[in-house]
């Protein structure tokens, strides 16, 4: 997949079909719209294209209360569209003034003139341009006047997926991660930087990887107990997740993500690690002793082994 941060260079694209979208999480319902572009593409004889921003619009239209978490980082993002089959995507900057375009700019000035687009394919509900004034419908009205095609998809085909990137985000706040995973089609991920702990796993006789999470609008999943995989180095490895403020051996308030990692011990302080997020086990509980945690971590592990051996 090529990626281009402007609209420069864009005559490298060969007769352009192209679907838009922010594609947070590239789920089940997105990957409807890209499957139907990039197959009317390949009869046509074109190029899937892919529009997106940086950063999500609903972050420059409403800076003081979006409180807007991700379901995916941009690098995150890009990596699963590759997986699609798309073949190019262009992530422009959303900013402000580019917000002010209307409907007929955007589509004159961005898809026609620039882009040179053959084909638009959207959502029966797609909006976009300022105001959110642009919609199938108006495309249509258009698309003879500026010689492309616009295709719709129909209601009952993104409709029957029944999904959303809202309904994902709830669920992964809810720690229903077996649900946001159906939605997805793929495991939700998290990725970060190893960095320094207290070592009291350690002490315990279950080593922790503490791991940072530097986007901010990253979403992290409610409080409680995961069973991951762990990419890092190439390796998979099995794990479990803790995900809170470990009340039984800390009074903090600080949220804090640690890793297990299975029959493993090896220092990976300042180390990028992904971890794909299977199924929530348990929430966090404040535990009488730190025997007792003990006693329920090896009861945790003992589930999460079970989980990767069937």
Do not use: W
Not at 76 to 83: F, G, R, Y
């Amino acid at each position: 997949m090529r990626i281009f941060y402007s609209c420069e260079s864009i005559d490298l694209i060969k007769k352009p079909f192209i679907t838009i979208g922010t594609f947070d999480g590239v789920h089940l319902g997105h990957q409807k719209i890209i499957e139907n572009l990039i197959s009317k593409a390949k009869e046509a004889g074109g190029e899937s294209v892919i529009m997106t921003f940086s950063p999500h619009p609903r972050m420059i239209l409403f800076p003081d209360s979006h409180n807007l978490q991700l379901i995916q980082t941009e690098k995150e993002k890009l990596a699963k569209l590759a997986k699609t089959g798309i073949e190019n995507c262009i992530i422009l900057p959303f900013t402000f003034e580019f917000s002010r375009l209307s409907a007929m700019e955007f589509v004159r000035d961005v898809l026609v003139n620039t882009l040179k687009i053959n084909t638009i394919i959207i959502g029966y509900d797609h909006q976009f341009g300022r105001n959110r004034e642009g919609n199938i419908q108006y495309l249509k009205e258009i698309s003879n006047t500026y010689d492309f095609n616009a295709i719709e998809i129909p209601a009952k085909e993104i409709d029957a997926v029944n999904v959303s990137s809202t309904k994902i985000r709830r669920a992964i706040f809810d720690g229903e991660i077996e649900l946001a995973n159906q939605y997805l089609g793929t495991p939700f991920i998290l990725s970060g930087k190893v960095i320094k702990g207290n070592q009291i796993g350690a002490k315990m006789g279950f080593p922790t990887a503490n791991i940072k999470v530097d986007d901010v609008t990253k979403i992290i999943p409610a409080n409680g107990v995961y069973i991951v995989a762990i990419n890092h180095e190439n390796m998979v490895l099995n794990g479990l997740m803790n995900i809170g403020t470990r009340p039984t051996v800390s009074n903090e308030i600080e949220k804090r993500i640690e890793i297990h990692i299975f029959e493993f011990d090896r220092d990976i302080y300042g180390h990028e690690l992904e971890v794909t997020v299977f199924q929530k086990i348990r929430d966090e509980e404040k535990f009488d002793s730190i025997e007792k945690l003990s006693e329920q971590i090896k009861k945790d592990i003992h589930f999460a082994r079970n989980f990767f051996s069937t």
